[in-house]
């Protein structure tokens, strides 16, 4: 920051003294190896479960019973492994539904709101065309299939709006797309209220449209559908001329319009993409698990989707790891609080600590420390010498040098 | 003769090996049965108030139990979805033979888990299907909570009294207090209700006006529409919702206060007066115990103040003098069955004496008030053919938001 006059302002000779006496540098990595930032990111899970077992004892938990208790929350049983991976499954669709919009830089924050307006959809289905299947003139397969079309619809018309606006005339798809999920909930609510205008306003479980168990557990169907989905979405992003405009559009709007990408037309296209897959999720959510629907069905997954996808790295593959450790240790929270009676915010502040530490360690992925220890003996020495001038400059001397040997050997050794 | 009782000797020793044996082998085999597991599902946690009578009731229930912390199994913040039928199946899988859930959108899913694990008993405080769905394992439980809102509502009376309100005095007989609701359900119209009989017994020309917030815990609405509701000339308010919106909002207009739940004496001292509660401690020690004890658990549990489930909570120091005295004797009347909250001669229903109700007992996607109820009492039993209240007629002297 120079001053208007063009003389170094006060704030530039500060920030030159710092540059030169600080102890510690902050440097980019340059030329770090590709194998280093997933080192860093899988120390940073291992601190951050070190650091939630630290807690755990903290709150009167033992050390050796929460490692027992977090693994027992979502392996000890099959019903409990299910559990898990229904939960992995529905996070993992809605960060693969956000996923291509992010790749083009559109920042869709609605996915809570897409996914409940799909949800809301196939409710609907189930509402109006239930008794077709209890009178025996519709199959329950054929209901479900109908929900999830209207599913689908439901999430993408509400994700192309947003779309819309930002292809035609530019507005901030941040706020619109934000604002959408309120008006979502609303009409949820709304709906919810004309339905059951008595009692404590609960739409209860509906008996028609539920996907069926497979092998005595729930939730396998979703699993499965979500899997597929996982290949589909990393093969449209990977190889189809789409997923590269997608791309094209992300790196710079310019170069799309040179090329020939006309760029309100892949905006629009991959938000409906976007808003098919909350639709799906929608339909998982509502026929494949709750059979109902509360304001609260998404329950802010939306929102934790878009860190998995973003600390995945908008790599559907990488995105199943952060889901699993989302899920693991939400489950594992919720566990370890019931068994240790702690508060119930225990498992949020579990989740807390792992997105706090995991977000943080992008820093020592993207950046090095440096210590200068040296300079700060050589103020010492000054201090004790004043008067030498030659040593002085000497010191200076084997300061620069030791700097220069220092930051080559960071290039080379690793976090 | 020596070989005889070496003999009888022998025979003795082995049956009593034989039996100690299989005895430690029972134990052994039985040793999960044995130590009842208690679940309990919450749909928030320790912060909310209503949720926090629950967990401390249970907390009392077992130190009257005698179990073992290990015993009980908490799970907090389960949300009105699949995840509390997850979260049943998981208590089962953990070993519980009972499990509790507090929040009346639970039922479906307790539902569906007790139709799948048919030997774990499910009880669910609020809900009203268990008398329809005919599950040996599923059952329902509230408490006559109308009769802790009307001692609430006498308390606000003598109050109002003090103030000056009453027949031939200056300020008049037809004070208007206001009451913040959830929502206009049965559950919240049989409470308002009671707890304005109760204040119609002591000021008999009082009206009420009623406004709901929609929400079962919103701080900012609820002290929104408690300041709606004293701007409107509401002297006195009360509330049905969790939080301490209502309550604060009173403190600082220095209007009178009546809750639901939690004392709010140390915080809004001075404006706090009374206040009811549910205490689940005996339905839950009535439930386990008849568990223990191999008994069906009756499919509508009412706990009333007989059996110490309605309470009244502390009398403040804002209360009129006289309040405890007075309230201690029409409780007493309340227990002894000569005194009912909805005697059909205390209130009218569009001008004139309820001669029918029909109630909407059984739960249906229409809503039909199916059952009529039996008025030739002279009252109106609440909570008697199910356990979660039904009254929702709207009697004279209460004003509903307009629609």
């Keep these: ?415 | 003769m020596k070989k005889r009782i070496l003999a009888l000797v022998l025979c003795v020793a082995l049956v009593a090996a034989l039996s100690v044996g299989l005895v430690l082998g029972l134990a052994a085999c039985n040793n999960n049965d044995d130590t009842l597991k208690v679940g309990l599902i919450c749909l928030h946690d320790e912060n909310s108030t209503y949720d926090l009578n629950f967990i401390d009731a249970m907390e009392r229930a077992r130190v009257e139990l005698g179990f073992s912390k290990a015993q009980i199994v908490i799970k907090k913040n389960i949300p009105e979805g699949p995840e509390c039928y997850d979260a049943a199946v998981e208590l089962v899988e953990d070993g519980c033979d009972i499990i509790f859930a507090d929040s009346f959108g639970h039922e479906d899913h307790i539902i569906r888990a007790a139709k799948e694990y048919k030997d774990v008993q499910f009880c669910h405080a609020t809900g009203t299907k268990a008398h329809t769905e005919n599950l040996a394992n599923y059952h329902n439980a509230f408490a006559s909570i109308y009769e802790g809102r009307y001692l609430a509502g006498v308390a606000a009376g003598l109050k109002l009294q003090e103030m000056g309100y009453g027949e031939g005095t200056t300020l008049g007989n037809a004070p208007k207090v206001g009451y913040v609701g959830a929502f206009p359900n049965a559950e919240v119209k049989s409470g308002y209700t009671s707890w304005f009989l109760g204040v119609r017994s002591i000021i008999s020309g009082a009206t009420m006006d009623v406004t709901f917030t929609s929400s079962w815990y919103d701080q900012v609405a609820e002290h929104t529409a408690a300041e709606t509701l004293i701007s409107a000339g509401c002297v006195l308010i009360s509330q049905h919702a969790d939080s301490m919106g209502a309550p604060n909002s009173c403190k600082e207009h220095s209007v009178p206060n009546v809750t639901y739940n939690v004392s709010t004496e140390s915080s809004c001292s001075g404006t706090y007066i009374a206040g009811s509660r549910i205490n689940w401690t005996p339905y839950y020690v009535y439930a386990i115990k008849a568990l223990q004890n191999g008994e069906q658990i009756a499919a509508d549990w009412t706990g009333t103040l007989a059996t110490g489930s309605v309470e009244l909570l502390e009398i403040g120091t804002a209360a009129a003098p006289g309040t405890k005295e007075k309230l201690d004797a029409v409780k007493a009347k309340l227990i002894d069955g000569t005194l009912h909250v909805f005697d059909l001669d205390t209130f009218t229903v569009g001008g004139v004496k309820l001669t029918s109700f029909p109630a909407d007992i059984d739960s249906d996607a229409e809503y039909v008030h199916e059952t009529a109820v039996d008025l030739s009492k002279g009252y109106i039993e609440e909570s008697t053919l199910r356990s979660a209240p039904y009254f929702d007629l709207d009697i004279d002297g209460i004003t509903l938001p307009q629609a």
């Design chain 1, 1 to 415: 920051m120079k001053s208007v006059t063009g003389k170094p302002s006060k704030f530039d000779a500060f920030v030159d003294k710092l540059k030169k006496e600080s102890p510690i540098h902050i440097a980019k990595r340059m030329d770090a190896p590709k194998w280093l930032p997933w080192v860093v990111r899988v120390s940073a899970v291992i601190v951050a479960i070190f650091v939630c077992a630290i807690v755990c004892v903290g709150e009167g938990g033992s050390f050796g019973g929460f490692f027992t208790e977090l693994f027992r929350a979502s392996f000890s049983t099959g019903r409990r492994v299910v559990n898990l991976l229904q939960e992995i499954a529905i996070l993992l669709l809605i960060a693969l539904a956000v996923t291509p919009a992010f790749k083009m830089k559109f920042w869709n924050i609605g996915a809570e709101g897409q996914v409940l307006m799909g949800a809301l959809m196939s409710v609907v289905c189930i509402k109006y065309l239930g008794t077709y299947v209890t009178n025996g003139s519709m199959s329950d397969g054929g209901l479900i299939f109908i929900c999830l079309i209207a599913a689908i619809v439901g999430g993408a018309g509400w994700a192309v709006i947003p779309a819309i606006f930002k292809a035609k005339w530019n507005t901030n798809e941040t706020l619109f797309t934000l604002m959408m999920n309120y008006i979502a909930t609303g009409i949820v609510a709304f709906s919810i209220v004309a339905w059951v205008p008595a009692g404590s306003f609960t739409l209860g479980i509906l008996p028609q449209g539920h996907l069926p168990n497979v092998g005595g557990y729930p939730y396998i169907i979703n699993i499965i559908v979500v899997a597929i989905l996982v290949v589909l979405v990393w093969v449209y992003l990977r190889f189809s001329k789409h997923g590269y405009e997608i791309s094209v559009v992300g790196e710079s709007v310019n170069t799309a319009r040179y090329i020939g990408v006309s760029v309100p037309k892949v905006i629009i296209r991959t938000m409906l993409l976007s808003g098919m897959l909350c639709g799906v999720a929608g339909w998982l959510l509502v026929n494949g698990a709750s059979f109902s629907i509360t304001t609260e069905t998404v329950g802010g997954r939306g929102f934790t989707a878009i860190l998995v996808s973003w600390l995945g790295q908008f790599n559907p593959f990488a995105m199943v790891v952060v889901a699993f450790l989302v899920a693991f240790l939400t489950k594992g929270g919720s566990q370890l609080a019931s068994t240790y009676n702690f508060g119930g915010s225990f498992p949020k502040i579990m989740t807390g600590i792992f997105f706090f530490i995991f977000i943080a360690c992008e820093f020592f992925v993207n950046y090095k420390l440096k210590f200068n220890f040296e300079h700060l003996r050589k103020e010492k020495n000054q201090n004790e010498c004043v008067a030498d001038d030659v040593i002085d400059v000497q010191a200076e001397d084997d300061n620069k040098n030791n700097d220069a040997t220092e930051s080559n050997m960071d290039e080379e050794v690793t976090d």
